[in-house]
């Protein structure tokens, strides 16, 4: 699949821009921090189920409904950027966490309803949740030393759970409409409990 060939293109330009960027830092106690920002962004996406369900469906979502499986992630990837740089600067917005409760039920129903939503107006949605996904993201890291490493691990990690659901819905789901609703349905429970948990005051 091209597209897939093109996302794969981008992801490891992404990386070797990282590296080059990695060797070019002094050693000692910089070349740690260097280190250390990036290992925090890299781990940093896998603490959460909400955004580790969250990236898979967009990659599921986009390469079942998409006419280029890329466009979804890469409107993802770019409005959670957008929203990191936000957040990281101190821009803050009152139940952000619900929100991004929200987007795992939204994105359940997403795989639910199939081409029944304008693809148009999922992405218009995916754009607002990611965004609030990378406000989010970005308060968290605003402290972190070389907080910009932070971000393009935050962004690789992300990148490589949209590839995850990418790869699935290529092997597993094209022919098992069956399997993508279960899948859907199954985020929506999440997303739900999520929701409540957030409500109540445990998430």
Request: glycine share 10%; charged share 10%; net charge negative.
């Given at each position: 699949m091209p597209s897939l060939n093109w996302f794969s293109r981008s992801i490891l330009l992404i990386s070797t821009v990282l590296a080059s960027r990695l060797a070019q830092a002094h050693t000692g106690v910089d070349a740690g921090q260097h280190h250390?920002?990036?290992?925090?962004?890299?781990?940093?996406?896998?603490g959460g189920i909400d955004h580790i369900s969250a990236a898979?469906?967009?990659?599921?979502?986009?390469?079942?409904?998409?006419?280029?499986?890329?466009?979804?992630?890469?409107?993802?990837?770019?409005?959670?950027?957008?929203?990191?740089?936000?957040?990281?600067?101190?821009?803050?917005?009152?139940?952000?966490?619900?929100v991004i409760a929200s987007s795992v039920?939204?994105?359940g129903g997403l795989l639910v309803a199939g081409r029944f939503v304008p693809a148009s107006w999922a992405l218009a949605g995916?754009?607002?949740f990611a965004a609030a996904h990378g406000l989010a993201h970005g308060?968290?890291?605003?402290?972190?030393?070389?907080?910009?490493l932070a971000?393009?691990?935050?962004?690789?990690?992300?990148?490589?759970?949209h590839g995850v659901g990418m790869a699935l819905a290529k092997h597993l789901l094209t022919?098992?409409?069956?399997?993508q609703r279960s899948i859907g349905l199954s985020l929506g429970v999440l997303g739900s409990a999520l929701l409540l948990m957030t409500a109540g005051g445990l998430a």
């Open positions: 250390d920002a990036l290992m925090q962004g890299l781990l940093h996406p896998l898979i469906a967009v990659g599921v979502w986009g390469a079942l409904f998409c006419r280029r499986a890329v466009t979804a992630p890469a409107v993802f990837l770019l409005s959670m950027a957008l929203g990191a740089v936000l957040g990281g600067s101190g821009l803050a917005i009152e139940g952000i966490e619900t039920l939204v994105l995916l754009a607002a308060h968290e890291l605003a402290n972190t030393p070389n907080a910009a971000l393009l691990g935050l962004m690789l990690t992300t990148a490589a759970l022919q098992r409409v069956w399997l």
